[in-house]
């Protein structure tokens, strides 16, 4: 009896954005067909892997690749980052979730904080070959975390780089220029955030004093990525969600964000015992 081969999903393209933040071009022409902006795939690195979730950062239908950029953060993404081109991923299945919807709007903002960025892009992109004006505001403590900055400045027709210490664009906080600009005449169909939780929270709540429609992505949530294991269970409008099928982009105006947060805080100590195991693992087959 003839064992099926596994299929395989070679990297084709490395490339590192920022000490922490990697970016790879994967080999996957059915998910490349189909994938959209806000949508993501599950992965493995190999087949006694973790399952894990990272959103497709971009698409290329004719080379059949499909992109992703991750931050190393835990036990799967430090394996991850320890791979190289030519090197194969054992899973890449998708795309999953529900692609962003961007009919209809003229005129948006994209905020995309820190490695949420990578999220914020292909929607960006995306409104931009639509005919929309996009105006985005992304992020980051200081220059040497700043990702994609080409990137944006392509698809955008005002592009506001934030930095908290000032040593890129502007100091202070994405919510800063955001405020400047609806309070400087800037009228917008819609406001779309991507990154971390507390972020996404503030700027929901400031849209919402200007009375402008909001939707944030809650990839920071999600876990397992199909809906079974219930880590990114969201109460949303006073109902019960969850990021990975009902997702992952919702009403921010209507998200209980510190729900979310305190959910989120409860896996960091799992998540770093299992980090550092792996981290010293790779040290040893280094040496």
Known sequence: MCRKEVPMYPILHKKILNPTVIQMDILAPLVAKKAQAGQFIILRTDADGERIPLTVADYDRDAGTVRIIFQKV????????????????????????????????????????????????????????????????????????????????????????????????????????????????????EVIAIGPLVMMKFVSALTKEYGIKTVVSMNPVMIDGTGMCGGCRLTVGGKTKFACVDGPEFDGHEVDFDEAMKRGAMYREFERHAHEKTCNLLKTEEN
């Not at 990137?151 to 502007?170: H, P």
């Open 74 to 189: 835990g036990a799967t993404t430090a394996k991850l980052a320890a791979m190289n081109e030519g090197d194969a991923l054992h899973d890449f299945a998708g795309p999953l979730g529900r692609a962003t919807e961007t009919e209809g709007l003229r005129k948006a903002a994209v905020i995309g904080g820190g490695v949420g960025c990578a999220i914020a892009y292909p929607v960006a992109k995306k409104l931009h070959e639509s005919g929309c004006e996009v105006h985005a505001v992304v992020g980051f403590r200081n220059r040497d975390l700043v990702i994609l900055e080409d990137d944006f400045r392509a698809v955008s027709d005002r592009y506001v780089l934030m930095s908290d210490d000032g040593s890129a664009g502007e100091k202070g906080l994405v919510t800063d220029a955001l405020r400047r600009l609806i309070e400087s005449g800037e009228n917008y169909d």
